[in-house]
């Protein structure tokens, strides 16, 4: 099987986030550029370290480069033509497709030593790392196939035939998909990775693809198509393709940005460029100018930069915001409310020039586009549901611009609202009897660990705080005339249950003293 030398991969790297942020052409820019081996070709970023591992083809290394000083720390010997790269956050492992040996190499990541080789199909090149499963899958070009490596086990567990070569994988996490791009047929294999492990779908796209990414805000599969020069972008839910993007020259690599909710694609011909594009509109916002031949491209998001191999001049170009606007971090607490509670969300924000301003976003769990929030314009908010908010995933981001325009998104913080069952409930025993007597209120369904109020007639007449939502409490009827009133139940945070006393006999009047 002939494979077009260069055509190869785009990496996934599994991110959750939406909505393009405003990027004007000159907030980017290339601020380091770093030797490494000959012929840097795929390479992906170690979260855990805070890395970015590079294989060099020529030089049959691995070089290591720290995001926080831009340097090669460590260079790997591997087998021959290493090519595609991914990294296995379980097991804080990197595994280097070795096209020439047919082999998977295994790198820890702690000693930057190969602790396995895998044999695998013929002519290995891109490959993705399964969160889900723990299993690395392994596009063989030369065999029209996928191999899946277990990596508790570091064997091939499973073979799955595909397009004709076969040359980029990328891991869907909301649907748990595998996506193949085939560049000799010219479309993309989908896998499913639940239950008998198969080729569900065949998209066809542009003229050669050769590499692929999946966009977890959108949850779109972006494919460059080498010979076509544009981008295809396949929605996952449907797996046809909802829009093509023009770029520039034989687009190769390409990777997610979640921290600016764009597009990064390598253009490997004349221009030497990098296209940035929105994947909200599915519009080009920049255009980065990089090394010679840039091939596959890295988010890095611990530093919010996207690294670039340049295959003919030996280099990693490092792309940065160049306004120094950092992701907000945020966090729900509680992640999980019951239909009446509220979560608070929080944020972290490292600004660029001050001061800043806030927006929140949410997406309900029926939705699929993101909407601004009214009145959520600080940097947190609080989500207040009711007993008739939808169940369901919620999810937020938050939206900062500082006083230059530039502008960025946090990643997608969900909050879980599960339904208020059983249906808030009071009975009051006895349910008749005289006023200023004593009764018991028995409340059931709920919302736990918040205060649950008693009135009667409207009066508070007892409150309970209860762990599970249910309880008892003694009550005293109010000292009212004859006649059936109502008992009614109001949790602090949502749920409302009403029943009704009789009351049957007025309260006997205190004697008037005598007076001497």
């Known amino acids: 099987m002939e494979v077009k030398v260069g055509k190869f991969l785009g990496f996934l790297f599994i991110i959750i986030f939406i909505l393009s942020s405003a990027h004007a052409a000159?907030?980017?820019?290339?601020?380091?550029?770093?030797?490494?081996?000959?012929?840097?070709?795929?390479?992906?970023?170690?979260?855990?370290k805070g890395e970015i591992f590079v294989a060099n083809e020529v030089s049959e290394t691995v070089s290591v480069i720290s995001d926080s000083t831009n340097e090669?720390?460590?260079?790997?010997?591997?087998?021959?033509?290493?090519?595609?790269v991914a990294y296995d956050s379980a097991k804080s492992e990197i595994f280097v497709t070795d096209y020439a040996s047919n082999a998977v190499s295994v790198i820890s990541d702690s000693s930057n030593i190969v602790v396995a080789t895998i044999p695998v199909g013929n002519s290995p090149y891109g490959l993705a790392y399964d969160a889900a499963t723990g299993e690395i899958?392994?596009?063989?070009?030369?065999?029209?196939?996928?191999?899946?490596?277990?990596?508790?086990?570091?064997?091939?567990?499973?073979?799955?035939?595909?397009?004709?070569?076969?040359?980029a994988v990328a891991y869907d996490s909301l649907r748990g998909e595998i996506f193949v791009a085939n560049q000799g047929s010219n479309t993309v294999s989908v896998i499913s990775t639940s239950g008998n492990i198969a080729v569900v779908a065949t998209v066809p796209v542009g003229n050669d693809p050769s590499g692929i990414a999946y966009d977890s805000g959108q949850n779109e599969i972006f494919v460059t198509d080498n010979a076509s020069n544009i981008v295809s972008v396949i929605l996952d839910s449907t797996n046809v393709v909802v829009a093509n993007v023009t770029v520039s020259a034989n687009p190769q690599g390409v990777a997610y940005n979640w921290g600016e909710n764009e597009v990064y694609v390598t253009n490997s011909g004349v221009s030497n460029a990098v296209s940035v594009i929105s994947d909200r509109t599915n519009v080009v916002v920049a255009t980065v100018t990089?090394?010679?031949?840039?091939?596959?491209?890295?988010?890095?998001?611990?530093?919010?930069?996207?690294?670039?191999?340049?295959?003919?001049?030996?280099?990693?170009?490092?792309?940065?915001?160049?306004?120094?606007?950092?992701?907000?971090?945020?966090?729900?607490?509680?992640?999980?409310?019951?239909?009446?509670?509220?979560?608070?969300?929080?944020?972290?924000?490292?600004?660029?020039?001050?001061?800043?301003?806030?927006?929140?976003?949410?997406?309900?769990?029926?939705?699929?586009?993101?909407?601004?929030?009214?009145?959520?314009?600080?940097?947190?908010?609080?989500?207040?549901?009711?007993?008739?908010?939808?169940?369901?995933s919620w999810n937020f981001i938050l939206q900062v611009t500082d006083s230059t325009g530039a502008s960025v998104n946090s990643a997608v913080t969900s909050v879980f609202v599960n339904a208020l069952t059983p249906i808030p409930s009071i009975i009051v025993n006895p349910s008749q009897g005289p006023a200023d007597t004593a009764a018991t209120a028995t409340l059931t369904g709920f919302p736990a660990y918040v205060a649950i109020i008693i009135t009667f007639d409207g009066d508070n007449v007892g409150t309970i705080t209860s762990t599970t939502g249910n309880g008892s409490v003694r009550i005293t009827v109010p000292n009212v005339s004859l006649g059936i009133y109502n008992v009614t139940a109001i949790g602090a945070q949502g749920g409302v249950a009403t029943t009704t006393f009789d009351v049957t006999q007025a309260a006997t009047p205190s004697p008037t003293p005598h007076q001497q």
């Open 26 to 48: 000159n907030d980017v820019g290339v601020n380091a550029t770093i030797l490494v081996g000959a012929n840097p070709a795929g390479m992906a970023y170690d979260s855990g």
């Open 72 to 84: 090669v720390v460590a260079t790997v010997a591997v087998s021959s033509y290493p090519f595609g």
């Open 137 to 167: 899958y392994v596009a063989n070009s030369g065999s029209n196939s996928v191999s899946i490596i277990s990596d508790s086990s570091n064997t091939v567990v499973e073979n799955i035939t595909v397009g004709t070569n076969p040359l």
């Open 290 to 392: 990089v090394g010679d031949n840039p091939l596959t491209a890295a988010y890095d998001s611990g530093k919010n930069e996207i690294f670039v191999t340049n295959k003919a001049d030996n280099t990693v170009s490092v792309i940065s915001d160049l306004t120094g606007l950092g992701v907000p971090t945020v966090s729900a607490s509680p992640n999980a409310v019951v239909q009446g509670q509220t979560s608070s969300l929080t944020s972290t924000v490292v600004t660029g020039t001050p001061p800043s301003t806030y927006q929140w976003f949410n997406e309900s769990p029926s939705g699929s586009n993101y909407a601004a929030i009214d009145g959520a314009i600080n940097s947190s908010y609080d989500f207040v549901t009711s007993t008739n908010t939808p169940v369901g």
